[in-house]
């Protein structure tokens, strides 16, 4: 009943608030940011962040925030950032993980990954119903974050060079879509992703699952459309990302026949 009691933590309104907005950082956040964003005391915040590191729901640690080192630098800070342990809950108790895993190594055994990704293609394609293929980013990641992938925008200039990371988290839990819309001329974006809803399973069988992550998101958003799902794994995140089918490179004429 552990993770009962951990879960039970989150039933304080304050506490909850301060636990969705640091876990959707994919950061280290400060009690004092964290309290700016909440709304709340520093000293409430404070609390509350101590609490849910005690329930294993944070992980704590101490750091300069300042980016100073030696005399004058400051005292280093307590900062938070969400625990790597999964928590959940059945009643009754259920091992569906377990059921996974089994499955997955089967299919991978049996060398049954197309069979696996063409069936995750059409559950994608069935829980997007009669609607039309995703129409943007935005869209895309208002899509994904009600899916629990936590998806985040990154922003790349002309030259490459990554500009900012926006995150949907917020409090609200798709806040940072807005920024996909605000897109400048001369900007690539594309939707990476902090969770993968599958990560227990893909931590074992990662090429069976991960192919099969994206076919589901392929079928999700829907072919030929505006938006297009890639493999571009990056580690401690989904191995998904998304993006404006435009970003896929033109063959070059100099290859044609």
């Known amino acids: ?8 933590v989150l039933g304080d309104p304050v506490r909850r608030r301060l636990y969705e907005y640091v876990a959707a950082q994919g950061r280290e956040v400060g009690r004092n940011e964290a309290a700016e964003a909440t709304g709340v005391a520093r000293t409430l915040a404070a609390h509350h962040l101590d609490k849910l590191t005690e329930a294993g729901l944070l992980e704590s640690g101490s750091r300069r925030l300042t980016g100073r080192s030696g005399p004058g630098a400051g005292r280093p800070a307590k900062v938070y950032a969400r625990a790597r342990a999964e928590r959940s809950v059945s009643l009754p108790g259920r091992d569906y993980r377990t059921a996974a895993e089994l499955l997955a190594e089967a299919a991978e055994q049996a060398g049954l990954d197309d069979l696996l990704n063409e069936a995750a293609r059409r559950r994608g394609e069935a829980l997007r119903g009669t609607e039309a293929p995703c129409g943007d980013l935005a869209e895309a990641m208002r899509m994904l974050a009600a899916r629990g992938y936590e998806p985040h925008l ?4 002309g030259t490459g060079g990554t500009e900012g990371v926006e995150g949907t988290g917020g409090i609200e839990g798709a806040e940072g879509a807005e920024g996909a819309e605000e897109v400048t001329e001369g900007e690539t974006a594309v939707v990476r992703m902090r969770n993968c809803p599958f990560h227990a399973v893909s931590e074992r069988f990662p090429p069976l699952v991960c192919g099969m992550n994206l076919a589901l998101l392929e079928g999700l958003l ?6 297009r799902a890639r493999m571009d794994a990056r580690p401690g995140e989904c191995c998904v990302v998304v993006e404006p089918s435009e970003n896929v490179a033109e063959p070059s004429k100099n290859n044609e026949d």
């Open 1 to 8: 009943m552990k993770d009962i009691d951990a879960i039970a």
């Open 154 to 157: 990154e922003r790349r200039d």
């Open 222 to 227: 829907g072919a030929d459309g505006p938006v």
